[in-house]
């Protein structure tokens, strides 16, 4: 099974600052295709249920503001969110689902600094 | 608007059985498979199963593998999961979430959940 790594676990940043999460897949996540890159990324508040924010590495899911992107390739991938807001504050998971089984990283917690 | 809710959780003795129910309105379920992921208390999320669309096909993770069966009816725009032989560490907050489209895999609704607790 491919194996997710997020970094940091825990990231403290102040709000209107700027927040770089990683991800890092055991292999690569990338097909021959070019479309094809296969990564999403979640924000998950307290007692919330997950939430879409980017698919395919760098597509912002509906409704979700411009502050949040995605990039990378092959076996690391980077969420970024610039102008922090106080709702902005969560936990954040990655997920590959370039082969089964599908995994998630551990998640990284962004708290206000 | 999407809306999964799901119902079935509870607290059930180890090697018990527990039926798991998520419905689904808002959008044309049958065009959608659908995933259930688990997260247990204070940990991280565990994909479990998914459902085609038009319920041909199913995958699941190892750690559910010949324990559980996921399921689905289309006419009544629900999608099952049948739990056997739970154990403790099946403990967590199941979630039913819904593909985009027939067969992506990644999942751009969810539900609010459901808890099950494995304990004697």
């Known amino acids: 099974e491919i194996v997710m790594t997020q970094s940091p676990a825990t990231l403290s940043v102040s709000p209107g600052e700027r927040a770089t999460l990683s991800c890092r897949a055991s292999?690569?996540?990338?097909?021959?295709?070019?479309?094809?890159?296969?990564l999403a990324w979640y924000q998950q508040k307290p007692g919330q249920a997950p939430r879409l924010l980017i698919y395919?590495?760098?597509a912002r899911a509906t409704g979700i503001p411009a502050r949040f992107s995605g990039s990378g390739s092959g076996t690391n991938f980077t969420l970024t969110i610039t102008s922090l807001q106080s709702e902005d504050f969560a936990v954040y998971y990655c997920?590959?689902?370039?082969?089964?089984?599908?995994?998630f990283g551990q998640g990284t917690r962004l708290e206000i600094k | 608007q999407v809306h999964l809710v799901e119902s079935g959780g509870g607290v059930v003795q180890p090697g018990r059985s527990l039926r798991l129910f998520c419905a689904a309105s808002?959008?044309?379920?049958?065009?959608?498979?659908i995933h259930w992921v688990r997260q247990a208390p204070g940990k991280g999320l565990e994909w479990v199963a998914v459902?085609?669309?038009?319920?041909?096909?199913?995958r699941y993770a190892d750690s559910v593998k010949g324990r559980f069966t996921i399921s689905r009816d289309n006419s009544e725009k629900t999608t099952y999961m049948q739990m056997n032989s739970l154990r403790a560490e099946d403990t967590a907050v199941y979630y039913c979430a819904r593909d985009p489209s027939s067969w992506y895999n990644y999942f751009d609704s969810w539900g609010q959940g459901t808890l099950v607790t494995v304990s004697s």
């Open positions: 808002g959008f044309t379920f049958s065009n959608h498979a």
């Open positions: 459902i085609s669309y038009d319920g041909s096909e199913e």
């Open positions: 997920q590959q689902y370039s082969e089964w089984p599908i995994t």
């Open positions: 292999q690569s996540i990338n097909s021959n295709l070019a479309w094809d890159n296969n």
């Open positions: 395919g590495v760098s």
